[in-house]
């Protein structure tokens, strides 16, 4: 069965700053990784995801994340944060068997 | 395109009913699965339906269930609602067809038992 680490559960960053979110999973094949991100009272939107191919994936609002198979880590990260991204940041495996198993998530909270 | 739609957003029940929620998918969408999120347990899978067959099962009791109808919508019901039962459902939608297709999600629906 696979499963998902995020060793952060809360990470305060400054507007303009840099983020870099952990990840890390367990499964013996290739997973199927996810980011989603989650605002107050709402469901999960998709950030980006990786099946296969080019290990650095690029997604929406300027996020990006890096999929490191010998560290069995899929970061997420993004240049430079806006208050906006302010929200519940969860890391999410499968195994192609519309089944995801998701980490406990990552507040980040964005401070002026 | 219209993302994945649940209904109700939100609802009040009481110890010992029971409840049905609903799910649209994504027009063309044939797998819809459901989630429960807790703050104490996190997101934790509870069943994947695709043309009208459940695939996959979560490991929750017997008092959830779900179905799927030949349009795609699904429902999921909870008998003999349990106060820990108080929860977000969320359903998700995916072409599932090929392996690893991207799973789309929608705003849940707010489940509270009293």
């Known amino acids: 069965a696979q499963s998902v680490t995020q060793p952060d559960i809360h990470i305060t960053v400054s507007e303009g700053a840099s983020l870099e979110l952990r990840c890390n999973y367990s499964?013996?094949?290739?997973?199927?990784l996810f980011w989603y991100v989650q605002s107050p009272g709402q469901g999960l939107q998709l950030l980006l995801k990786y099946f296969s191919g080019d290990t650095l994936v690029q997604g929406i609002k300027g996020f990006e994340a890096e999929f490191k198979r010998s560290q069995s880590s899929f970061n997420l990260r993004k240049p430079s944060v806006h208050w906006s991204d302010a929200a519940e940041y969860f890391c999410?495996?499968?195994?192609?068997?519309?089944?995801?198993?998701f980490g406990a998530g990552t507040t980040v909270t964005v401070r002026a | 395109k219209a993302g994945v739609t649940q209904t109700p957003r939100y609802l009040i029940k009481t110890r010992g009913q029971q409840v049905t929620l609903s799910c649209s998918p994504i027009?063309?969408?044939?797998?819809v699965s459901w989630y429960q999120q807790t703050p104490g347990q996190g997101l934790q899978f509870l069943f994947e339906?695709?043309?009208?067959?459940?695939?996959n099962k979560g490991n929750f009791p017997g008092r959830f269930s779900g179905r799927q109808f030949s349009n795609s919508r699904s429902e999921m019901n909870v008998s003999t609602l349990e106060l820990g039962d108080s929860a977000l459902y969320l359903c998700?939608?995916?072409?599932?067809?090929?392996?690893?297709?991207?799973?789309?999600f929608g705003e849940g629906s707010w489940l509270t038992v009293v």
């Open positions: 998700a939608s995916s072409p599932g067809t090929d392996s690893g297709n991207t799973i789309y």
């Open positions: 999410a495996v499968g195994a192609g068997d519309y089944k995801l198993s």
């Open positions: 499964y013996g094949a290739t997973p199927y």
């Open positions: 027009s063309g969408h044939r797998s």
């Open positions: 339906y695709f043309s009208e067959t459940q695939r």
